[in-house]
């Protein structure tokens, strides 16, 4: 079945340090990509996805590229703030269907960024 | 507020218990899920519906789990006879359906069950 791989946290990082959590996936076909963040007290939220091998998501200076060759979707930022601490899941959807069916999600990764 | 809504936030129940959640998904959304998260995990999926039609259960559904959606509009979750095992985040989380484009999934802030 799918499954999502990702790396164990906690890390602790600099504010302005740069960020790499690692995600590998299994599925068959061509799964659906996302990272999705949890902020303390809240609820998850999406933060990028990719849809097809080779597409690049970003938003708020987070980036993640769909490597289909090396089945994994690892998600970067150049330069971290303390409001970036939260925790990190990787996930992935059925093939074909987009973020409009079931997702799997990795373990998360907690991210903590100090001043 | 028009995000996914659910009720309660925390619920403390005693092993043998019934309880029951409910989640008010985002009014246009037609597809609706539920997940269970455990410390440490990520979020695992149990069930969804396409309005009113539950169509997918995981296996982690056992016969004590029971999820209905009458209207295609609010849902609601029970468990029977809880279990201390059963203790977790359940998360509800809304979609709208369409063909052809991404639909991304909303999530709840959750309910937190503690048995006892």
């Known amino acids: 079945g799918n499954s999502v791989t990702q790396m164990e946290g906690p890390v602790t990082l600099s504010e302005e340090a740069f960020l790499t959590i690692n995600c590998t996936y299994t599925a068959t076909g061509y799964p659906s990509l996302f990272w999705y963040v949890q902020y303390p007290g809240e609820g998850l939220q999406l933060l990028l996805k990719?849809?097809?091998?080779?597409d690049k998501g970003s938003n708020k200076g987070f980036e993640a590229t769909y490597r289909k060759e090396t089945t994994s979707f690892h998600l970067e930022k150049g330069s971290v703030q303390v409001s970036d601490s939260a925790v990190y899941f990787c996930a992935l959807s059925k093939a074909g269907t987009g973020g409009g069916n079931k997702l799997t999600f990795g373990t998360g990764t907690q991210l903590k960024v100090e001043l | 507020d028009t995000g996914v809504s659910q009720d309660p936030r925390h619920k403390i129940t005693k092993r043998g218990q019934n309880v029951t959640f409910r989640c008010d998904p985002i009014s246009e959304h037609n597809r609706l899920y539920w997940y269970r998260q455990t410390l440490g995990q990520g979020p695992e999926f149990l069930t969804y519906f396409q309005n009113e039609a539950q169509l997918e259960k995981s296996r982690l559904l056992s016969d004590r789990f029971s999820a209905e959606r009458p209207k295609g509009s609010f849902s609601t979750l029970e468990i029977q006879r809880t279990e201390q095992g059963d203790s977790a985040m359940y998360l509800c989380?809304?979609?709208?359906?369409?063909?052809?484009?991404?639909?991304?999934?909303?999530f709840g802030p959750g309910t937190r069950l503690t048995v006892l």
């Open positions: 989380a809304s979609s709208l359906v369409t063909a052809g484009l991404y639909n991304e999934q909303f």
């Open positions: 990719a849809t097809k091998a080779d």
